[in-house]
């Protein structure tokens, strides 16, 4: 239910969602669940793009509510279509266009607007819904045989075009069958699941160990991207995810302790030690690979003791951007312990949080002004921490003596708390404004603190030079040697082609400012002509030998992931 | 000097060591210091050998004193020696036997005994001793070219024939030149050296970073393998090396934050971010390459802040040793900080140690017996923790309120300064002890906390099945899913090839056994023949993909390091 404003309400969408249709693909979140902005947040967007309430009061773009139909025919010949399903079971191959297409899109604003309008390209001939290890292996083996593209679908929540399937072939799509636990090991604290297993559904088994597996305790998995109600543990680990919590939990690869790969020259078991001196890593060899070596099947992840209650959340305001990197900076570089969430937004996304949050209609605003810091140059940081109880409250004291020291105005948990309850549901925004033709993404890169305050400028000034455009930009992930740094752009668009040519433009704004082309969103297909230009020639040629020994006549998730097989040409800026 | 004993005074080799002579290179520490053991040590040693004070009276072993000179000639022509003369000066070229050898083997046992026996082979045909990166990268594209093999030599200390030079060929020196700081970037907490920086030289580079580069603080960087002294940052990142301080600072996979090869196919620049999602970690895959990919040149290190204030020292006494690793692991599962130094040792250990450091001298010898503890069950557990002086702090505090839980007796932080004192200086006893013939050697391996209990047993058994055998065990560097257990052997033996025999029964026991081969040793040419069987065909062949990548001709450290070119049948083990 969208909440009641108090002064105009936008007509935002809130009908039934068609089984069978393509807001049944794109929407992001609960399908029964719509995501309305708070009134003063609308009032915020409605007044930066310069329009009036008379936009909202219909829809000007395609809602999708369409039942999904394209005459794309499949080039699987039936002898082939057989033998998947007597490998998988005749279920559990499907041909059907809903099928095809729902595991064709990831969930980029590029592939959305696809959706809206129809277009459908890079379909799979067949979806499979694999059970087993065992068969997953023998899929590989056939495909490499027969030489049939294969891409593979985890939770679906990819922003690269990580899954789409541009030479058709098969799509594994592990949601429905390949989620399972397939061992529980609380001496070594480490769990071994299915590729296919849900955020969701690793962490809820995880919280109830004791009822599940006899366990003394708890857990964890303390890996929560954004995306974590729609991702993979199988995603997480081929993608380099990091999660919200990743200042103190590490990220996917640090939380990975071991993965089994089927590839086309044959299976890969890591070792499950927790660390080693035999050679390179080859943990690091697999992941990141994105699907182009092999599929991921069973990943065993160290897990952590659940402990709620040792939570400290924290937030404080700094008058300026500066300021507040300098803070953060001396946070994490102190050794004081890692705080778990640590965030901090700049000041056009600091001004966005305070509206959507309430805050700008609380007494804090006064406190502001008070002690001269100004709206549009003040910046909100905000996390909490975790671990045991000792060190979780030394670790929020440490935080607060530094804070304090950087002149930082303490302002409670209760915004914490605001975020906290937003967190994973926040994306639910972007269909509900897409109606009225504003769309809304995010880009992300990783800098060091060195250079955090230029890549901020320029990447910031590329999003600003198209009008009335929002960008907010926080850290979320941070370490002593620097942080990633993540845009949200919010604008008008219409056009996926266009839309695309600009999201082009902010990734050459942050190749050219010297950062990592992404922290945690992986490269896919669409990043993929800026991977060779940004980490060198000889760096690229290293993965590509890699993928000649993998996968030599290229099957694995074709068609430009991590950049290879690109022509010269539509590579951007090699060195 | 050696101590001054009360009883019976062995004739503990006190002399001067010439400069040409081949202890001068097997000898480790300083050639002017002569370390011995404590007197009840040494009536240990002498009774478990079942010896009388007699075997001490005189030398049974070569000393080693003789000029070293040997009939080997060089293969390389007039005109290579002349053009590596060009590349890096003239009296940085050369080919005297002293200078062959002394780059020619490491620091394990069966070197040593080898230059006792003035067994000399596989010397370089020449030493080059490098001054900048520009000049190693022509050098490693020459020898491409001419298809020289090329070794490298870093600090020296590989257990594992890592640096011997099977193939002839030249040794790369960089000692001598190639140790110096390329930059120090302290908004970042990084430093960039060049690989032959020693580990002591850079240590005292990051505590005196205030007057050598105006820093606002004093730095450390954590990492201090035993080999310390004789180790270099280079050496550290290709062999996997870890620091007794790893269990807070991390293995150096951890601390490297970038790296820069000279491949034979060209060089490598990693980036220098903290965390990224740009496709498999070019960083790993060239870490653990052991100089078979390429010739690593700069590193960039990340740096801590030296505290050495808030350091909080501990030790406690566990009644057996299956309570003392449950103590173990619940302290480094409990999230309540890692301890920096963590050092657990099993029965045999525990008893030997505490006769070295003076303890069962001591009154708590008598608080043993009163709580029931008995010398041959029972094991010590030390270490300190860093960190800011709150989290410091804490940690002690949670290491002292779990060891009381599982009944460990507090010895206060007089057993760990015992400890520290002689950390980098035990090995120095080797040669003293091997003088008479007991020769003293060390193998590691990584466990899984399920799998602790037994590997212990197995590689135990197998080296007590060697009569008169002393095993001593800890483990050192510990994680929240295991750990791993280090080996000291003292046994009487004379043959180098009947020393690496039972040498690879360790290797064979430790393989059976499911534990990882190689903790931080790394592999080099000694372990190779078991890592393909270790890790798996499919798993080494991606090792074979990458070394046909970076070096097709096979010139980089040839001659069986990480089991390349082995032959079938000189493989251990193939699953």
Sequence with gaps: ????????????????????????????????????????????????????????????????????????PGNLSPAQIAHFQEL??????????YARLS?????????????????????????????????????????????????????????TCGVECVRGGISLDLRLRFNKVVSFNEIDQTITVEAGMSGPKLEETLNNAQTKFGAKRAYTCGHFPQSFEYSSVGGWAVTHSSGQNSTYYGDIQDIVKGQDYATPVGNISTDRYPSKATGPDIDQIMMGSEGTFGVLTHVTLKIFRHMPKTIKRFSYMFKDWETAQSAAREIIQSEGGHPSVFRLSDPEETSIMLHNYGVMDSPLKLLFSSKGFKINEMCLYLGFTNGEAGFSRNCAKNVHRIAKRYGGIWLS?????????????????????QDFGIVMDTMECTVNWSNMSQVHRDVRAFVKSRPNTVCMTHMSHVYPQGANLYFIFITREHDPEEFKRFHAGILDAIQKSGAAMSHHHGIGKLFGPWLEGSIGRNEHAIYRALKKHFDPDNIMNPGGTLGFDLEEKDKRFLK
């Excluded at 998988?88 to 059907?96: A, M, N, S």
């Design 1 to 72: 239910m969208a909440p009641r404003y108090k002064q105009f309400e936008p007509k935002w969408f809130s009908g039934k969602i068609p089984a069978n249709s393509y807001r049944s693909i794109f929407k992001w979140g609960d399908p029964n669940k719509i995501k309305a902005p708070r009134e003063s947040l609308y009032q915020l967007i409605r007044d930066q793009f310069g329009l009036s309430d008379d936009t909202f009061k219909d829809y000007s773009e395609n809602l999708g509510l369409d039942e999904v139909k394209y005459n794309l």
């Design 88 to 97: 998988v079971g005749r279920d559990f191959v499907r041909t059907d266009d």
């Design 103 to 159: 595991v064709a899109y990831g969930k980029t604003m590029y592939d959305i607007m696809r959706l809206r309008h129809q277009k459908v390209e890079n379909v799979p001939d067949a979806v499979l819904y694999p059970d087993t290890k065992e068969q997953i292996e023998k899929i590989v083996e056939y495909c490499a045989a027969e030489k049939i593209p294969l891409y593979v679908y985890g939770g679906g929540s990819s922003v």
């Design 413 to 433: 948990g209760i915004v914490t708390k605001s975020w906290e309850h937003g967190r994973f549901s926040d994306p639910d925004l972007r269909d509900t404004l």
